[in-house]
């Protein structure tokens, strides 16, 4: 294991195991009563996950040393920080949608030339006509934003899913419709780089129609999502979130 800088450092597995497997475990079977077709993704495209601690103290992940190992060279595991000790099935569900989301959605978007017409590594700020559109500056390349669409994606229906079919305590419960809340505004900030949400012109030069094709899946599924919860997303305030 090595940080972002390619330093070998300590990482604690064999704990993290024994503390959280079960329930790592639980939240895969609530995605596959819940959520099938992802368990079936799940199932083929990412049958291993790590699960680890990096061992330092604050409670943010800015200053761990590495919050996952995923990386495009890393096929078919997902790796899950559990810095945190009270993080339980809330987390999880997140969590493995988040980073299965990544490792799934790499092995669909392949070929990249299926998908994209640009070059999928250029970064969004370099085009004069997305980056007159933020409101910051965005580094992030067009590959990224894409994995970040479909994980939020994941993300969301997995959640809205848990939501609907009563799973979870009362507490859970708010943890999971703060986190709805967070990734409504997360995907809506990602959609706006690409269209005003009534047209398709900018993702339109972007993708080819099979990436289209899944574009505008998500946008839909967001859309659906943001009607069903906008009462969520007006009342959560994430401005104390540094991710």
Not at 74 to 79: A, L, Y
Not at 127 to 132: A, D, L, R, V
Not at 172 to 181: C, F, N, S, T, W
Request: hydrophobic share 40%; with cysteine; aromatic share 16%.
């Amino acid at each position: 294991y090595y940080d972002s800088v390619h330093n070998i450092i300590d990482i604690d597995v064999e704990e993290p195991y024994k503390a959280k497997s079960a329930m790592l475990n639980n939240s895969l079977n609530i995605i596959a009563d819940n959520v099938p077709w992802l368990a079936q993704l799940i199932k083929e495209g990412c049958p291993k996950a790590v699960i680890f601690n990096d061992g330092t103290e604050p409670m943010t992940h800015l200053f761990c040393a590495r919050n996952s190992f995923a990386s495009f060279q890393v096929k078919r595991i997902s790796f899950h920080n559990v810095y945190q000790p009270w993080y339980d099935e809330a987390f999880f569900l997140d969590d493995i949608s988040h980073q299965m989301g990544h490792v799934l959605f790499d092995q669909i978007t392949f070929d990249k030339k299926r998908f994209f017409k640009i070059n999928h590594q250029d970064t969004i700020v370099a085009n004069s006509e997305f980056g007159k559109r933020l409101s910051k500056v965005e580094t992030r390349s067009y590959e990224i934003v894409f994995h970040s669409l479909y994980t939020f994606f994941v993300i969301l229906n997995v959640l809205d899913a848990c939501l609907e079919n009563d799973l979870f305590t009362y507490e859970q419960k708010l943890e999971i419709k703060g986190r709805i809340a967070f990734y409504l505004r997360k995907s809506a900030h990602d959609f706006e780089l690409f269209e005003d949400m009534q047209e398709n012109n900018y993702a339109q030069t972007i993708y080819t129609p099979e990436g289209m094709n899944i574009y505008m899946g998500m946008k839909q599924s967001f859309l659906a999502n943001f009607t069903k919860h906008k009462a969520l997303y007006d009342a959560y305030q994430i401005n104390n979130q540094p991710y």
